[in-house]
Each structure stands twice: as structure tokens, then as C-alpha cells.
């Protein structure tokens, strides 16, 4: 959806990622890391993104400051867990090669990945970055950099007041004359967020009634029953079913799905270019 302000993070599809106010990690006046401030813009009914985080560490600094060469396990990231106590996970995704053009000479880019990111832990988190110089795994007398996280939920709230069900709802069948049915499909009214509902297919036959309750049609049709799971044949499955929405185990509403079939036909041979028989 968005690139990066910077040209030295990789543009992410899925969110809308913006950097700005540079920071500089500096210990015995060397600057050995350049980390950024990043904003991340969750879309709607998100239930755990996935996005980059990353940073450059100035390795050509190493020679004149710390006794051995940068490795990335003496990382310390989000040393407070700011982020872990929100829901989300920081996990080191990748350690690059020396880039001349935007992270100096001899830097290298070190990339991790921000996991569970959703509209209920929007927010600004500050978190420090610290390198351990003497691998105690204590980052008070170390250098380290603060940077804030900031996670954007284009819509924080979902408003399940007023919401009502489409009477009569087409669905197209697939190749195998199967569908899903999803409750952004069937609902009217504010954001609907398929996760948070569940939809059952009911196929009534006679006086007796088959739930499917993964909202699923198909042929044979899939039921459920006294915690079972059981197959009923169908001589179609392009009939009308009932359809019901629940949220949090109650009832919100239902209403009745026409299954159609308009798959375009399909040869199972091609005829030959050749005429054999008689004209007439």
C-alpha cells in the first residue's frame, strides 16, 4: 500500500510504513547505529500483521571503539519489552551486506520482524536499541537509542449495533460446486470484520433440518450434529439454503442464499476439424 519515506527500508505491501527523526547510537563518540522512528498503518479487520523493522549498524566503526567485530547477537532489541507486552513479537528476520549509498561505508543493515499488529494494540511505543558491548546482557551501561513505534488502525472500532441481514443473497458456486459464505457477504451496516461472526448453512429437507456450521456448501453436503461430522447427498446444490449470522454465540440475524451455478461450460475433447458422415 505505501513505500518508506527512506530509500534504506524495504517498501511493505501490506501497511503503510513511514519513517522520520533519525537517531544515532554512539558509544565513546562513535556512532555505530542508525536507527529510525516508524509509523505503521494496520488495514481494516487485520488480525496479526507482519511488518519490517530495520536499521543500519556502522560496522567500520567497530575497529576504533570495541575489541571484535559487529555480530548481530549482541543486539538488544526493545530491551524493556514495550513491544512484547502489547502482543507484539520482534524477531530477527536477516543481517545484510555493506551498503555504500545509504548506510555508509561498510554498514551493515540488520532487519527484524514486528509480528501481531492489529487495531487493538494501536499506539506509540518508545523501545531502545542497545549493543552489548560486553555480552552481560545488561543494557544500562551500554549505548543505546530510543525510537518510537507507532501502530495506526484505519478503523479502531467496530460498531455492531445496527446490523441487519440481506434477505435473500446469490452465491456463485465455484468449479466444484462449492462456496464459502462470509458474513461481510450477508450483513449490512458498519465494518463487518469476517473473523468476528460465525456463519451456518442450514439445507432443509422434509421436516428435518442439516447445519453446516462453517458456512460452508457443497455437494455432498458437509453437516454437523451432536459434535459430528457427516455427509449428506444432494441431487444439486444449486438450491436456496438458509443462512444464519452469530456473534459471540448469539443469533444477529439470517436469511435465505440462492446457490447458482454460472461457471462457464468446459470441453472435456476437442471436436476434430474434420466432417465424418453424410450431409444432408
Given at each position: 500500500?505505501?513505500?518508506?519515506?527512506?530509500?534504506?527500508?524495504?517498501?511493505?505491501?501490506?501497511?503503510?510504513?513511514?519513517?522520520f527523526g533519525m537517531q544515532s547510537?554512539?558509544?565513546?563518540?562513535?556512532?555505530?547505529?542508525?536507527?529510525?522512528?516508524?509509523?505503521?498503518?494496520?488495514?481494516?479487520?487485520?488480525?496479526?500483521?507482519?511488518?519490517?523493522?530495520?536499521?543500519?549498524?556502522?560496522?567500520?566503526?567497530?575497529?576504533?571503539?570495541f575489541s571484535s567485530?559487529?555480530?548481530?547477537?549482541?543486539?538488544?532489541?526493545?530491551?524493556?519489552?514495550?513491544?512484547?507486552?502489547?502482543?507484539?513479537?520482534?524477531?530477527?528476520?536477516?543481517?545484510?551486506?555493506?551498503?555504500?549509498?545509504?548506510?555508509?561505508?561498510?554498514?551493515?543493515?540488520?532487519?527484524?520482524?514486528?509480528?501481531?499488529?492489529?487495531?487493538?494494540?494501536?499506539?506509540?511505543?518508545?523501545?531502545?536499541?542497545?549493543?552489548?558491548?560486553?555480552?552481560?546482557?545488561?543494557?544500562?551501561?551500554?549505548?543505546?537509542?530510543?525510537?518510537?513505534?507507532?501502530?495506526?488502525?484505519?478503523?479502531?472500532?467496530?460498531?455492531?449495533?445496527?446490523?441487519?441481514?440481506?434477505?435473500?443473497?446469490?452465491?456463485?458456486?465455484?468449479?466444484?460446486?462449492?462456496?464459502?459464505?462470509?458474513?461481510?457477504?450477508?450483513?449490512?451496516?458498519?465494518?463487518?470484520?469476517?473473523?468476528?461472526?460465525?456463519?451456518?448453512?442450514?439445507?432443509?429437507?422434509?421436516?428435518?433440518?442439516?447445519?453446516?456450521?462453517?458456512?460452508?456448501?457443497?455437494?455432498?453436503?458437509?453437516?454437523?450434529?451432536?459434535?459430528?461430522?457427516?455427509?449428506?447427498?444432494?441431487?444439486?446444490?444449486?438450491?436456496?439454503?438458509?443462512?444464519?449470522?452469530?456473534?459471540?454465540?448469539?443469533?444477529?440475524?439470517?436469511?435465505?442464499?440462492?446457490?447458482?451455478?454460472?461457471?462457464?461450460?468446459?470441453?472435456?475433447?476437442?471436436?476434430?476439424?474434420?466432417?465424418?458422415?453424410?450431409?444432408?
Amino acid at each position: 500500500m505505501g513505500k518508506t519515506n527512506f530509500t534504506f527500508v524495504r517498501p511493505f505491501l501490506m501497511v503503510l510504513l513511514a519513517f522520520f527523526g533519525m537517531q544515532s547510537l554512539s558509544a565513546q563518540d562513535c556512532n555505530v547505529l542508525i536507527a529510525n522512528s516508524a509509523t505503521y498503518t494496520v488495514p481494516n479487520c487485520e488480525q496479526g500483521a507482519t511488518v519490517p523493522y530495520s536499521f543500519y549498524v556502522l560496522d567500520s566503526q567497530f575497529d576504533d571503539c570495541f575489541s571484535s567485530n559487529f555480530t548481530p547477537n549482541e543486539l538488544l532489541f526493545d530491551t524493556d519489552g514495550v513491544l512484547a507486552a502489547a502482543g507484539i513479537t520482534a524477531t530477527l528476520d536477516n543481517v545484510g551486506g555493506d551498503d555504500t549509498e545509504t548506510g555508509g561505508e561498510e554498514s551493515v543493515l540488520v532487519g527484524y520482524l514486528l509480528s501481531g499488529l492489529n487495531a487493538s494494540n494501536a499506539g506509540e511505543y518508545t523501545i531502545t536499541i542497545a549493543y552489548d558491548t560486553d555480552g552481560d546482557g545488561d543494557d544500562q551501561d551500554e549505548p543505546q537509542v530510543e525510537v518510537k513505534i507507532t501502530v495506526l488502525a484505519q478503523q479502531p472500532t467496530t460498531d455492531y449495533e445496527d446490523l441487519s441481514c440481506t434477505g435473500t443473497v446469490n452465491i456463485k458456486l465455484n468449479q466444484y460446486c462449492e462456496a464459502n459464505l462470509r458474513a461481510s457477504q450477508l450483513l449490512n451496516g458498519a465494518l463487518v470484520c469476517d473473523d468476528d461472526f460465525d456463519v451456518h448453512v442450514v439445507y432443509v429437507e422434509g421436516n428435518r433440518s442439516y447445519i453446516n456450521e462453517d458456512g460452508h456448501i457443497s455437494d455432498p453436503f458437509i453437516y454437523h450434529q451432536n459434535g459430528g461430522t457427516y455427509e449428506k447427498n444432494l441431487d444439486k446444490a444449486c438450491i436456496q439454503y438458509i443462512y444464519r449470522v452469530y456473534y459471540e454465540g448469539d443469533l444477529v440475524c439470517w436469511g435465505y442464499v440462492n446457490a447458482e451455478d454460472k461457471s462457464a461450460p468446459i470441453f472435456e475433447y476437442c471436436p476434430s476439424d474434420k466432417f465424418y458422415g453424410q450431409r444432408s
